[in-house]
C-alpha cells in the first residue's frame, strides 16, 4: 500500500514570495491533515478536512496560509506572501473516517530566506 | 498550543537498556498516541491507548496511562540502534492531535 506522498521535500524562498505544498493522502482515507512543525518542537495542526469539507481551521493563519482539497482527494496548502518564521516542516497525515490513527506523509521542509 | 509535555526533552543508552519517557497531559482526553520520528522524515504510529485503558503493549513497547493524574509513560526494552528517534505523544480528541515537544532517544551501539 502506498504511503501519504508529498512534494516537493525541500524548498528555500524569499521572504514575502508564495510558496505551495501538495499532498496526496493514502487511497481511501477521507480525512486529511496539514501540520507545521517548527525545529525543536511537535506538530501544529493547521487545518483538518473531510473530504472535500473543513473540519477545522482555527490554528490556520488565514491572514497568509491557505489550503484546499477541491475533489476530496489530493490537497495543497499555500502561503503567500511567506515569512521568517513560517521555516518549518509541513507534514501531511491521512486516516480513514472515525479512525484515531493517523499516517504521516515525509513532509515538505521550508526555509524562508 | 501544545497539549502534552514529554520529559526528559533528551535521552542517551547503551544498545540493550531500556528507555522510559513520560508525557503530561492538561485537559481530558479520548486517547493518547504514541509517535516516532526519525531524523528529517514523517511520523509514524506507535502505539494508541484509551482513556479507559491502564496499561497496554506491543512487542517492546509497553505505555502507561493515570487519567486521575493526567500523565503517561512509554517504555522500549532492549533498545536497539534503529531505536534512535524522537518520540512524541499526543493527545486525541474529536480525531484531533495535540502534540508535545518530544524526547529525543539516542541509542549508541
Known amino acids: 500500500e502506498a504511503g501519504v506522498a508529498q512534494s516537493p521535500r525541500y524548498k528555500i524562498i524569499e521572504k514575502r514570495q508564495s510558496v505551495a505544498f501538495w499532498c496526496n493522502p493514502i487511497?481511501?482515507?477521507?480525512?486529511l491533515y496539514w501540520y507545521q512543525q517548527i525545529l525543536g518542537q511537535g506538530p501544529k495542526l493547521l487545518i483538518q478536512?473531510?473530504?472535500?469539507?473543513?473540519?477545522?481551521d482555527s490554528q490556520l493563519p488565514k491572514d497568509r496560509f491557505s489550503a484546499e482539497r477541491l475533489k476530496g482527494v489530493d490537497s495543497t496548502l499555500k502561503i503567500q506572501p511567506a515569512k521568517l518564521e513560517d521555516s518549518a516542516v509541513y507534514l501531511c497525515?491521512?486516516?480513514?473516517?472515525?479512525?484515531?490513527?493517523?499516517?504521516f506523509g515525509p513532509g515538505t521542509r521550508l526555509t524562508v530566506l | 498550543s501544545q497539549q502534552g509535555e514529554e520529559d526528559p526533552q533528551a535521552l542517551s543508552i547503551q544498545e540493550g537498556e531500556n528507555a522510559t519517557m513520560n508525557c503530561s497531559y492538561k485537559?481530558?482526553?479520548?486517547?493518547l498516541q504514541w509517535y516516532r520520528q526519525n531524523s528529517g522524515r514523517g511520523l509514524v504510529h506507535l502505539i494508541l491507548?484509551?482513556?479507559?485503558?491502564r496499561e497496554k503493549h506491543s512487542g517492546r513497547l509497553r505505555v502507561t496511562l493515570d487519567t486521575s493524574k493526567k500523565s503517561s509513560s512509554l517504555l522500549i526494552t532492549a533498545s536497539r540502534a534503529a531505536d534512535t528517534a524522537s518520540y512524541f505523544c499526543?493527545?486525541?480528541?474529536?480525531?484531533?492531535?495535540?502534540f508535545g515537544a518530544g524526547t529525543t532517544v539516542t541509542v549508541r551501539a
Open positions: 487511497s481511501g482515507h477521507a480525512t
Open positions: 485537559t481530558s482526553i479520548n486517547n
Open positions: 491507548i484509551r482513556s479507559n485503558e
Open positions: 497525515a491521512s486516516s480513514l473516517v472515525g479512525r484515531d490513527e493517523q499516517f
Open positions: 499526543a493527545t486525541s480528541n474529536d480525531y484531533k492531535l495535540s
Open positions: 478536512f473531510q473530504n472535500n469539507g473543513v473540519v477545522d
